[in-house]
């Protein structure tokens, strides 16, 4: 009896196994076009290869027509210069024309215009004040190309700095009450 249930387990055994081998990569065994790819002639190749060989890639950030030799740190210091650096303002400031600047996150630009430097503090894509500023060559301590800070100056006025590639230029500005 013992003889007759282990062949008839092993035949169990043995006839399901052969089921799990169905379908697998192994039915294709030999056939050379199993992922639908078709053979390549030498003649094929070759010219494959010729067509590659004599193009060279071209860096797409290049304009066309332009020779153009950069290196790196100048291309990192353009990019960076083209970023408007932002400036919290704690309190209300009272502009020259009485007009009041409240208290915010301002994108600060420097623009000369007409030989005059001005400080631009935006929000959003609107200018919120066009402040008349003082060209220096003073950097204020600041270990940055592109800076901008606001700095105590006396009881009633704050002085902003403000530095970029450009120019560096400063402004001073009543607090208002």
């Known amino acids: 009896m013992k003889k007759l249930l282990i062949i008839i387990f092993s035949f169990i055994i043995t006839s399901g196994s052969f089921a799990f081998a ?4 192994w039915d294709n ?19 494959a290869l010729e067509s590659k060989k004599g193009k060279k890639k071209r860096d797409k950030n290049i304009p066309k027509g332009e020779s153009f030799q950069q290196s790196n740190e100048t291309n ?6 083209k970023e408007l650096p932002v400036l919290l303002i704690p ?13 915010g996150h301002y994108q600060v630009e420097g623009v ?17 004040a066009k402040l008349p ?12 190309i592109n800076f901008v800070k ?4 006396g009881e009633a006025h704050v002085q902003i700095v403000f530095g970029n590639v450009e120019f560096n230029a400063y402004t001073v500005i009543d607090i208002a009450e």
């Open 76 to 81: 990192s210091i353009i990019n960076t210069s």
């Open 112 to 128: 000369k215009e007409n030989g005059k430097t001005f400080l631009k503090l935006y929000q959003a894509h609107y200018v919120i």
């Open 22 to 25: 169905e379908g697998d990569l």
């Open 29 to 47: 065994y030999g056939d050379q076009n199993i992922y639908g790819q078709k053979p390549v002639s030498d003649k094929e190749f070759e010219q």
């Open 150 to 153: 606001l700095i105590p100056h």
């Open 133 to 144: 500023a003082v060209e220096t060559n003073e950097d204020f301590g600041e270990s940055t």
């Open 91 to 103: 309190l209300n400031l009272k502009c020259q024309d009485g007009s009041i600047i409240p208290t």
